[in-house]
């Protein structure tokens, strides 16, 4: 499966429209960009295509139809991934952390909220009783992204020395589409917040992805040559990441 990348550069005017081609629906976005990219997305294996925006329907068709093989192949991975369903947060259900399966435990107690780990299988989730679903959430979430945030420093520095370019600033956010993206004007990556609950292997290899897009734009041959060269087991990574079970998201975009 595509390890949901993006490259950007600036804001843009998109202009939106759709057809089916082989009974598959495909999004069409048009705008100021060079090349035709076609992408395949969470949760099930929706078609985006980003077009300049002098291309057809016609062209985009001839596209898909030529990428036909490769597309179906991205939505049957998608389909055989494990999903969880929707979390109540509640004590029992099971919550992801660094790649690992953990039991969580809600403690109702006053003072401030608080998420640690105990002993080897457990997210223990401290807030006041009259804390309902959401804010038991949000409070995991922030948890989740000072651990994700206070990780990706010394990741910076050691990557920063092997590839040759400097980040100047990073940022978690949640995705639903992508792992991470990178804006190369203002040497920014962006990671999703959602790889803290993924194994630490693969947090890496979306830093370095995002890295060596600084040096090469597109998903192209120099682009793999640059991952082979920097991280020779960035494909074992990558496919590890695709298993990994997605979370529960309503995915509207």
């Known amino acids: 499966m595509i390890p949901y990348s993006n490259w950007s550069r600036s804001k843009v005017t998109t202009e939106h429209s759709h057809i089916q081609v082989s009974g598959i629906g495909v999004e069409i976005r048009r705008k100021a960009i060079k090349n035709l990219h076609v992408g395949v997305y969470p949760p099930y294996g929706r078609v985006r295509v980003a077009a ?3 291309v057809d329907d016609e062209a985009v068709r001839l596209a898909i139809v030529s990428r036909l093989g490769w597309i179906r192949r991205q939505q049957q991975g998608f389909a055989r991934q494990e999903r969880q369903s929707a979390r109540e947060m509640v004590t029992g259900e099971s919550h992801y952390f660094k790649g690992r399966r953990y039991r969580l435990n809600v403690v109702e107690r ?15 989730l401290n807030v006041p009783s009259d804390t309902d679903r ?10 989740y992204r000072c651990q994700l945030r206070a990780r990706i420093p010394a990741l910076l520095s050691k990557w920063e020395g092997v590839i040759g370019v400097e980040v100047a600033d990073y940022r978690v956010r949640k995705m639903k589409t992508r792992w991470g993206s ?3 004007e203002a040497r ?4 999703n917040l ?9 947090l890496e290899y ?5 890295m060596v897009h600084l040096l090469e734009r597109h998903h192209n041959n120099r682009f793999r040559a640059l991952m082979d060269q920097y991280m020779p087991d960035w494909r074992l990574r990558k496919d590890e990441l695709n298993q990994a079970p997605l979370a529960h998201e309503s995915w509207v975009d």
Do not use: F, Y
């Open 206 to 210: 979306i830093l370095v992805h995002e």
């Open 52 to 54: 300049p925006r002098h």
């Open 110 to 124: 006053p003072g401030s909220p608080r998420v640690r780990v105990t002993g080897h299988d457990t997210l223990e």
């Open 188 to 191: 920014r990556v962006w990671l």
């Open 194 to 202: 959602e790889l803290m609950k993924k194994p630490p292997r693969c």
């Open 182 to 184: 990178c804006n190369a």
């Open 134 to 143: 959401d804010g038991r959430e949000q409070v995991l979430e922030r948890w």
